[in-house]
C-alpha cells in the first residue's frame, strides 16, 4: 500500500526535545523527508535523509532512520514556541515518478 | 530567490461553479507539481508535470479537473464544476528535477458552498 503513517498529535514543554515518529511501507524508498506547516502556510522543507544513511543531524534537528523496520523519526532538541506546528513525513520512490507520499501529519503543540 | 508563488489565496464559490488557479514556480525548475490537501489530511498528488508535459494525472478527476503548463512554466488547475467535496487547499510545488527537493507555494484555500 502507499500509507505513510505517523501519530496525530504531540504536547511537550518549551526547551524539551520533542520526537516525531513516521512509518512508511515501500523499502525502495530512495528519499524520505520531514516538511513543517504552519497555519495558513504551504509546507516548508525541513530536512531530508537518503535510505542509506542512518542518521542525519541539522542544527536542532536530528533525523533517524531505520530501514530494517521502516521507520523514521525527526528530533527536535530545546524545542521552542516556534516550533508549534504540523510536521509531515513523506516519501520519494524510485520506482515512481517522484510523487512525494505524505503522513497524515503530527501537530506538535508546545507549551511555554 | 524567490519562491513558488501562488494566486489567489482564498476563494469561495458555489457547488457547480467552475474556478481556476494560478501558479509560478521557482526560475528554472523544470518539474511542477499540483497538491490536493484537504482538512487534517497530508497533501495528495494531483498532477506532476515535467516541462510542459504531464508526467503523472492519475489521481487527477478529469471529468472535472483539468491543468495546464503550456510554456513549461506557470500553470493553471481547473475545477468545473465544482463539487462541496472539493473544499481543500490546492498546493503547488516545483523542483529542479524528478526527485530533487519539493518546494512549496503558500497555498490557494478554495471553499465550496
Known amino acids: 500500500g502507499e500509507d505513510v503513517e505517523q501519530s496525530l498529535f504531540l504536547s511537550v514543554r518549551e526547551g524539551d526535545s520533542s520526537v516525531i515518529n513516521c512509518t512508511y511501507t515501500?523499502?525502495?524508498?530512495?528519499?524520505l523527508y520531514w516538511y513543517k506547516q504552519e497555519p495558513g502556510a504551504g509546507l516548508q522543507l525541513l530536512t531530508y535523509?537518503?535510505?542509506?544513511?542512518d542518521m542525519k543531524q541539522d542544527q536542532r534537528l536530528t533525523v533517524l532512520l531505520n530501514k530494517k523496520d521502516k521507520h523514521l523519526s525527526l528530533r527536535i532538541a530545546d524545542t521552542q514556541t516556534g516550533d508549534s506546528a504540523i510536521y509531515f513525513c513523506?516519501?520519494?520512490?524510485?520506482?515512481?515518478?517522484?510523487?512525494?507520499?505524505f503522513g497524515q501529519g503530527t501537530t506538535l503543540q508546545v507549551k511555554p | 530567490e524567490a519562491g513558488v508563488a501562488q494566486s489567489p489565496r482564498y476563494k469561495i464559490i458555489e457547488k457547480r461553479q467552475s474556478v481556476a488557479f494560478w501558479c509560478n514556480p521557482i526560475?528554472?525548475?523544470?518539474?511542477l507539481y499540483w497538491y490536493q490537501q484537504i482538512l487534517g489530511q497530508g497533501p495528495k498528488l494531483l498532477i506532476q508535470?515535467?516541462?510542459?508535459?504531464?508526467?503523472?494525472d492519475s489521481q487527477l478527476p478529469k471529468d472535472r479537473f483539468s491543468a495546464e503548463r503550456l510554456k513549461g512554466v506557470d500553470s493553471t488547475l481547473k475545477i468545473q464544476p465544482a463539487k462541496l467535496e472539493d473544499s481543500a487547499v490546492y498546493l503547488c510545488?516545483?523542483?529542479?528535477?524528478?526527485?530533487?527537493?519539493?518546494?512549496f507555494g503558500p497555498g490557494t484555500r478554495l471553499t465550496v458552498t
Open positions: 510545488a516545483s523542483s529542479l528535477d524528478r526527485l530533487h527537493e519539493q518546494y
Open positions: 515501500d523499502s525502495s524508498s530512495t528519499y
Open positions: 535523509i537518503f535510505s542509506n544513511m
Open positions: 513523506a516519501e520519494i520512490r524510485e520506482s515512481n515518478t517522484g510523487k512525494l507520499i
Open positions: 526560475s528554472g525548475h523544470a518539474t
Open positions: 508535470f515535467q516541462n510542459n508535459g504531464v508526467v503523472d
